[in-house]
């Protein structure tokens, strides 16, 4: 399938079912902003809790955080943003086309989109540095003085509270504070639906190492992170990790690599594992002269921990999740759309269809969906034949549709639907909440019983 048509048709599922709607779409919508709707916000508030999981749950080296997202701007001077985070900016003379200098060819001419910016006759103004940061005013009066930057990144509020989480959770190196919240970037080339936007969401963890050990925890957080993605489903060898050239490094950077995904549209970058060094501390340490350093009371010394960071994008992770999933299948001679989405993503865990809308059948199904929805997100639908709700659930990733019929009235028994597999089997409605959880959970159930 060409890439422009998988995408097209995933933004197409993505409104039409209420996972994504175009921001702000009644008055004409704004360029690259997007709402998650019903089955989006589960979506994406599972992908969330599975880094969580994963990242903080799990482990006892690491710790998490929400920090402001207006903080002092002497946070973002200290951390360079003020001065370098910035892209180049070009404009075509002819066509009034605004692109990313360092990047024309992945952006076309918008009169003629055969064409890359420069290839067709218009002119390129020369480059000049734009910064990312969005500016506004704390407190009522527009003046420099009150000049505050929505947050780009969220790992900077990290930085800033290393001395507060150390000393109020008694951690020492090796240990990480992670995060997860919106950032915000003016860029200049948005697009290809959730993968680059103006405002989105990171899930970001700085990991403090003692200088020695960095080299050791850069392969450990690598291999962790590619792993988080293939066990949550995603296909092997359509991820990839990309060591960086010396030339793309940024200056504070002595290593890092990219875990990428085969979009529609390309490898394109999912989440940086960065070799950061004490660069951050540092500068925090000197701009506001406070050290944030580790008493070793080992060594008796006072030292500065090197940072490895794994920074991910929760809408790009989202995207991924969704790009992957998408699947069309001829059955019975039928096309089927079906979101293969792992169990612990897709937004609605088990649908409840009676059979039919009599003999007790909705009120038994609804009483079955109670008792589950305690645990999981599940749907009710009763209308349509049995093969048309299948497929409704199919398009939208559930993996289980439970469908009471005549026979439970006499066998206290369901019949469970596989999503992937299609096979039924029949489950006694006592068993069901146990048989479901084992499935979406798999082994985590059996430890909490
Ligand atoms: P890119 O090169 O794609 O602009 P980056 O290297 O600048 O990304 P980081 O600053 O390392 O990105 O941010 C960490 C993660 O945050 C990225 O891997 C990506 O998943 C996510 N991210 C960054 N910018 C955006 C954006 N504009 N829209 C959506 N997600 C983003």
Redesign the pocket.
């Known amino acids: 399938m060409p890439a422009e048509d998988t995408m097209a048709k995933l933004v197409s599922l993505s409104k039409r079912r209420g996972f994504v709607y175009p921001a702000s779409e009644i008055y004409g919508g704004l360029a690259s902003s997007w709402d998650y709707g019903p089955l989006g916000v589960e979506l994406k508030r599972n992908v969330k809790d599975a880094w969580w999981q994963a990242t903080v749950q799990e482990r006892d080296d690491v710790v998490g955080l929400d920090s402001a997202i207006l903080q002092s701007p002497e946070v973002w001077r200290a951390s360079g943003h003020v001065d370098n985070f910035t892209d180049p900016l070009i404009d075509c003379k002819k066509c009034k086309g605004r692109f990313r200098a360092d990047d024309l060819q992945n952006q076309y001419c918008p009169e003629k989109p055969s064409k890359h910016p420069g290839e067709c006759e218009g002119e390129l103004t020369e480059a000049r540095q734009f910064n990312l940061m969005f500016k506004t005013f704390v407190g009522p009066v527009e003046e420099d003085a009150s000049v505050a930057y929505l947050r780009p990144?969220t790992a900077q509020g990290i930085f800033i509270n290393f001395s507060n989480v150390l000393t109020s959770s008694r951690r020492k190196p090796p240990f990480g504070i992670a995060q997860i919240g919106k950032?915000f970037?003016n860029?200049i080339t948005?697009g290809n639906f959730?993968?680059?936007?103006?405002e989105?969401e990171?899930m970001?963890m700085e990991f403090f190492v003692p200088p020695d050990d960095w080299e050791r925890w850069y392969q450990e957080w690598q291999k962790t992170r590619f792993e988080w993605y293939v066990d949550l489903g995603v296909r092997r060898d359509r991820l990839r990790l990309r060591e960086h050239g010396a030339d793309e490094l940024a200056h504070y950077s002595r290593a890092c690599s990219?875990v990428e995904y085969e979009f529609p549209f390309g490898w394109?970058?999912?989440?940086?594992i960065?070799f950061r060094t004490d660069y951050d501390l540092l500068q925090h340490t000197e701009r506001s002269g406070k050290p944030l350093k580790f008493f070793d009371p080992q060594s008796k010394e006072h030292y500065t921990p090197y940072v490895i960071e794994p920074?991910?994008?929760c809408?790009?992770?989202t995207l991924a999740f969704l790009c992957d999933a998408y699947t069309e299948e001829q059955v019975e001679g039928e096309e089927r759309v079906v979101l293969k989405l792992h169990p612990r993503l897709a937004p609605i865990k088990a649908a409840f269809l009676p059979l039919v809308k009599k003999e007790g059948m909705p009120e038994r199904a609804r009483k079955l969906q109670q008792a589950v929805s305690r645990r999981f997100p599940t749907f009710f639908d009763a209308a349509a034949a049995i093969g048309r709700r299948y497929r409704r659930q199919d398009e939208v990733g559930t993996p289980y549709c439970v469908t009471i019929d005549g026979q439970t009235a006499e066998d206290q028994a369901v019949t469970v639907r596989d999503r992937d597999s299609m096979t039924q089997e029949r489950v006694a409605e006592d068993q069901l909440l146990s048989f479901l959880d084992e499935r979406i959970h798999g082994s985590l159930t059996s430890a909490d019983g």
């Not at 959730?194 to 103006?198: A, E, G, P, S, V």
Request: proline share 4%; no cysteine; aromatic share 8%.
């Open positions: 990144e950032s970037r860029e948005p959730l993968f680059r936007t103006r989105f990171q970001e990219d394109s970058e999912l989440e940086g960065a920074a991910a994008g809408d790009r992770a």
